[in-house]
T-cell receptor, first 117, second 115 residues
Framework: AQSVAQPEDQVNVAEGNPLTVKCTYSVSGNPYLFWYVQYPNRGLQFLLKYITGDNLVKGSYGFEAEFNKSQTSFHLKKPSALVSDSALYFCAVRLGLGSSNTGKLIFGQGTTLQVKP | DTEVTQTPKHLVMGMTNKKSLKCEQHMGHRAMYWYKQKAKKPPELMFVYSYEKLSINESVPSRFSPECPNSSLLNLHLHALQPEDSALYLC??????????????FGPGTRLTVL
C-alpha cells in the first residue's frame, strides 16, 4: 500500500539555523513527491515537487528537498530558518500514471515547524 | 497565477439547512478536487472531477453532493449535515489529471460549522 510518513509531529529550530523536516514514503513504481505548507486558517500552499531528474529540488521561499531513492526519503530543508516559516508542513506522494487513483495525493500526518527568535 | 478562490470563507449552518460551497479557478485546469480537513490533520480527499466528469468519490455520504457546471467552477452542495461534518473544506485544481508533472493548487478553504 502507498504511504507517507512524517516521523516528527513538531520540529523546533532557532531563527537563522538550518531546518529539516523529514518525510519517508512507500510506493510501488516511480514516486511523485510533493511538499505543501499550511499557515493557520489558510489553504495548502505548494512548495516544491520531485518528478524525475536531479535529486535536489529547489522550491519557493528558499526551501529545497533531497530525494533519496535508497532510503525512500524526501526531506525538506532550508539553510536559514525564519520566524515566518512557522507553519504546518505536509509531505505527499501522488499515485503514478496508470493507477485507478490517478491524480490522488497521499498525505503524511504533517509536521508543525516552530521557529523561535 | 495559481489562484483558486473559494466562497464563502466561513459558513455556519444548522443540521436542517441546505447550503453550497463554491470554488473557482481560471488557470485552464481540467481537474478539480474537494477535500475535508480537520484541525492539524492532513486533508482527506472527497471528490475528483476530471474533464468535468466525476472520476473519484471516496465513499462520501450522500449529504454531500458535488457539481461541476463547467471547467472553471466546482460546487459542493450540503444538506442535512451533522456536527461532525464541521471542518475546513478545501478545493484544489490541477492542470492535467494524473499527468507526470501535475500539481494540485489549493484554495484558502471554507470553514464550516454545523450546529
Amino acid at each position: 500500500a502507498q504511504s507517507v510518513a512524517q516521523p516528527e509531529d513538531q520540529v523546533n529550530v532557532a531563527e537563522g539555523n538550518p531546518l529539516t523536516v523529514k518525510c519517508t514514503y512507500s510506493v510501488s513504481g516511480n514516486p511523485y513527491l510533493f511538499w505543501y505548507v499550511q499557515y493557520p486558517n489558510r489553504g495548502l500552499q505548494f512548495l516544491l515537487k520531485y518528478i524525475t531528474g536531479d535529486n535536489l529540488v529547489k522550491g519557493s521561499y528558499g526551501f529545497e528537498a533531497e530525494f533519496n531513492k535508497s532510503q525512500t526519503s524526501f526531506h525538506l530543508k532550508k539553510p536559514s530558518a525564519l520566524v515566518s516559516d512557522s507553519a504546518l508542513y505536509f509531505c505527499a506522494v501522488r499515485l503514478g500514471l496508470g493507477s485507478s487513483n490517478t491524480g490522488k495525493l497521499i498525505f503524511g500526518q504533517g509536521t508543525t515547524l516552530q521557529v523561535k527568535p | 497565477d495559481t489562484e483558486v478562490t473559494q466562497t464563502p470563507k466561513h459558513l455556519v449552518m444548522g443540521m436542517t439547512n441546505k447550503k453550497s460551497l463554491k470554488c473557482e479557478q481560471h488557470m485552464g485546469h481540467r481537474a478539480m478536487y474537494w477535500y475535508k480537513q480537520k484541525a492539524k490533520k492532513p486533508p482527506e480527499l472527497m471528490f475528483v472531477y476530471s474533464y468535468e466528469k466525476l472520476s473519484i468519490n471516496e465513499s462520501v455520504p450522500s449529504r454531500f453532493s458535488p457539481e461541476c457546471p463547467n471547467s472553471s467552477l466546482l460546487n459542493l452542495h450540503l444538506h442535512a449535515l451533522q456536527p461532525e461534518d464541521s471542518a475546513l473544506y478545501l478545493c484544489a485544481s490541477s492542470q492535467i489529471p494524473g499527468g507526470p508533472t501535475d500539481t494540485q493548487y489549493f484554495g484558502p478553504g471554507t470553514r464550516l460549522t454545523v450546529l
